[in-house]
């Protein structure tokens, strides 16, 4: 799904479980137990995770917090295999067409376009928000709808983030403010700026971004639009991108790199807290520092799931809900491992883990929530992904 957060977004993240026997019991058997049964009968079952891992503080997140937590309190093992989201998306549908009933995967990270296409093709499990007891303390607006599209108790809200630029102050003294200024100092400084593949769903999102400032709120209504706008400030900034824009990153960590290196002043990504690690570990420029453009920041949600054909979807919910509790959520949201953003309503918690969350600190790289205020934008219909993906690599990249 993304980096942080992703994506998703990711960029994207999925557990898989081998703890189940192949006699799968019927999902309205599972959906309707009552949680402490499904808790007791996935204990000491293995859960598998596969998921991007191009980001190390969320694969540590993982590894070294989440994992031991659950085989503490669950004596659930949780192993993390790194895969791409698109694989596991082409994975199910395959798995669908073939009538497979009993697959490999048992909760996916997912979002945006990769939910609309899983849920359209029947790809998912079913209501599970119901028997999870964590649901309650989710915020309700982020877990009804995802994109755009009613998440109908498929998915579980696991975060919440807003897209951010970063850069070098050591090397962008005057950071530009919206996109003109943005396209002015890519043009002063030739190589020191560009953005993924639209493939990748960072520089997708840098799309629809531009796209939120270049183009009208009726053409932005209408995915099948003609986006001229979009095109021809892309085509302004291409000759004076990295590489001449002959070639992009193919990934938001390809980006992180060039950045990281020096190679380029600029980098971004959904998660405004996602530069804190990088800079602790010597992995990004001390003097990171952090942009939001005038013409907004697109705010996401990114969901777990369970697959039609899960071998342990029992597993699954315990490892989801778990996922979903406060001290889990906690942890994400310090910068320690991940820094992303909780999907969580903090009025719906106790004074201690409401005052908990408060008192995390945030890094200089990091944005102040005013920074966000008037600038938030909903994300664009799952339909813009795709014709991004269709149109920039021959209105631009050719």
């Known amino acids: 799904m993304l980096k942080k957060v992703i994506g998703i977004a990711v960029g994207g993240l999925l557990l898989a479980g081998c703890g189940a026997t192949s006699d799968l019991p019927a999902k309205d058997e599972v959906l309707g137990s009552s949680y402490k049964m499904i808790e007791q009968e996935a204990e000491k079952t293995t859960v598998r995770m ?16 989440v994992a031991p937590k659950l085989k503490k309190e669950h004596q659930i093992t949780l192993k993390r295999v790194p895969i791409e989201t698109a694989d596991i998306i082409q994975k199910l549908r395959a798995e669908k067409t073939a009538g497979k009933d009993t697959g490999v995967i048992d909760v996916v990270w997912i979002n945006g376009d990769n939910f609309r296409n899983a849920k359209k093709d029947g790809l998912l499990y079913g209501d599970i928000a119901r028997v999870l007891p964590n649901i309650k303390q989710v915020d309700a607006a982020a877990q009804t709808s995802d994109s755009g599209a009613k998440t109908e108790g498929l998915e579980a809200a696991w975060g919440k983030v807003q897209f951010a630029f970063h850069y070098d102050q050591a090397s962008v003294a005057k950071p530009p403010v919206d996109l003109n200024e943005l396209k002015d100092w890519v043009k002063a400084n030739p190589g020191k700026f560009t953005y993924p593949e639209v493939t990748d769903f960072t520089g997708n999102t840098f799309v629809r971004h531009v796209m939120y400032g270049v183009e009208s709120n009726e053409t932005l209504k209408n995915p099948k639009s003609d986006f001229k706008k979009t095109w021809a400030y892309l085509n302004d900034l291409k000759p004076y991108l990295w590489k001449e824009g002959k070639t992009y990153p193919k990934t938001l960590a390809q980006l992180d790199q060039l950045y990281a290196k020096g190679d380029v002043a600029f980098t971004m990504g959904f998660n405004e807290r996602r530069a804190e690690q990088e800079v602790a570990s010597g992995t990004f420029p001390e003097e990171t520092r952090p942009l939001i453009l005038e013409e907004g920041s697109i705010a996401s949600t990114h969901f777990l799931s369970v697959p039609f054909n899960a071998p342990n979807p029992k ?19 310090d910068a320690t491992y991940w820094g992303d953003g909780t999907s969580l309503d903090l009025s719906t918690l106790t004074s201690v883990e409401q005052q908990a969350f408060k008192d995390v600190p945030a890094a200089k790289s990091t944005p102040t929530p005013d920074a966000f205020e008037g600038k938030v934008r909903a994300e664009l219909d799952p339909e ?11 209105r631009v990249a050719r």
């Open 50 to 65: 596969y998921m991007w891992g191009g980001d190390d503080g969320i694969n540590a997140y993982i590894d070294e917090y």
């Open 315 to 333: 597993g699954a919910l315990v490892a989801i809900n778990e996922l979903l509790s406060a001290d889990a959520q906690l942890k994400k949201y």
């Open 384 to 394: 813009f992904f795709e014709i991004i993906r269709k149109d920039w690599p021959e």
